[in-house]
């Protein structure tokens, strides 16, 4: 969150709509703790991550949703064998991030 | 939801004060957040005040610790029932590395030592050497003896933090360890040769130094990379200080081990 913070900040000046992603949780293995975060706007634009790069593209897509319908949700991403596109983790682990319109 | 709790909260981080933010993630209330620091009202709520006070007690519990997690409650607060999920985040200050000597060794360690999170103290007592223009990235440079500044600061440290002892002169590095030695610091190096490190456990021993004290000294200082220039030696002291945080006392390639190849999640090192 730490590291957010001059891009949030950048973008609530311009009155751009922002969502927050944490992970709040991780099974197994995982590149980033509980409390990794990562910030996206209405624009799309990113600041920030919450894995190795392996499901920040699905999080941005989530994010833009929190957005539209300003829902908050938990959304859990993990390792899928069998699907050779799914968008999950390479390492094995699964993560629970939870995503927020910045309303608060 | 309670305005303002974010800015509050970007401001309590910008200036390194404790703070932890509670958010319910799920069950009633999703979206709620209560804000606590030390000494503080909270500010927000979860959506009910015995929630509030239950989950301001545990937070304060997480940011001492430097944890981040989630919890389970009732709607009122009640242990052993799981009705609501609150993630505690807490956002601990940096943790703070002391560098005694100011030598080129510590240039380079100051470097990687800020890479890595923390706030950097630089300290000697020749005052030549221990000047802002020689050590632009560290956070404070202080003349003075290394045990008269542990003897100010050292009550406040704690397992999170770290001494590095660079000068390897016995007349500073004995009264600078027997000092780091009264610290909770988490890890305590002193670099020098071979040569210089049984010179100087001698000498701690004979300012009364115990054997556990002796084995809480990671001397000489770093892991053995190979290292040889101060940047490469700056590398082996960090990733020595990694290693003893996750309990890695036997280090080794991942490619000849085997299980958890992070560590557990506990206290950050870095900030986030």
């Known amino acids: ?104 | 939801m309670s305005g303002g709790i974010y800015d509050r909260l970007a401001a309590a981080v910008r200036a390194e004060r404790p703070v932890a933010l509670a958010t319910v993630v799920s069950g009633p209330g999703t979206g709620g957040k209560l804000l606590v620091a030390p000494d503080e009202e909270p500010l927000g709520t979860l959506g009910n005040p015995d929630l509030d006070r239950v989950v301001a007690r545990d937070a304060l519990g997480e940011l001492a610790a430097g944890t981040t997690g989630i919890r389970h409650y009732g709607e009122r607060g009640e242990a052993r029932e799981a009705t609501v999920a609150v993630f505690i985040e807490s956002f601990a200050p940096p943790p703070r590395m002391f560098v005694f000597g100011a030598v080129d060794f510590t240039a380079a360690l100051v470097k990687v030592a800020k890479v890595l999170g923390y706030r950097v103290t630089v300290c000697d007592a020749r005052e030549v050497f221990a000047t802002r223009t020689r050590f632009p990235e560290a956070d404070e440079v202080v003349v003075d003896w290394p045990h008269r500044l542990l003897d100010r600061v050292g009550p406040t440290l704690t397992p999170r933090d770290v001494i590095c002892v660079l000068t390897h002169d016995a007349k500073f590095d004995v009264p600078a360890l027997s000092a780091a030695l009264r610290t909770e610091a988490g890890y305590i190096g002193a670099m020098g040769s071979r040569r210089t490190h049984a010179d100087r456990t001698r000498r701690l021993r004979e300012a009364g130094v115990d054997q556990a004290g002796l084995d809480r000294i990671r001397s000489p200082i770093g892991l053995d990379i190979g290292a040889r220039t101060p940047e490469e030696t700056a590398v082996s002291i960090c990733a020595e200080i990694i290693a003893d945080r996750n309990g890695r006392t036997d280090v080794r390639p991942l490619r000849t081990t085997e299980g958890p190849i992070h560590g557990p999640a506990g206290p950050a090192l870095t900030g986030r």
């Open chain 1, 1 to 104: 969150m730490r590291d957010l913070l001059d891009d949030i900040d950048t973008w609530r000046s311009e009155g751009v709509g922002v969502a927050i992603a944490r992970v709040v949780d991780l099974e197994g293995s995982g590149p980033r703790e509980p409390g990794a975060a990562m910030a996206v706007n209405e624009r799309g634009e990113v600041a920030g991550s919450v894995s190795g790069g392996c499901v920040e593209g699905a999080v941005v897509t989530e994010a833009l949703e929190v957005l539209r319908t300003g829902e908050r949700k938990v959304v859990s991403f993990g390792y899928s064998d069998d699907e050779a596109f799914a968008v999950g983790l390479t390492c094995g682990g699964t993560i629970h991030l939870y995503l927020e319109p910045l309303d608060w």
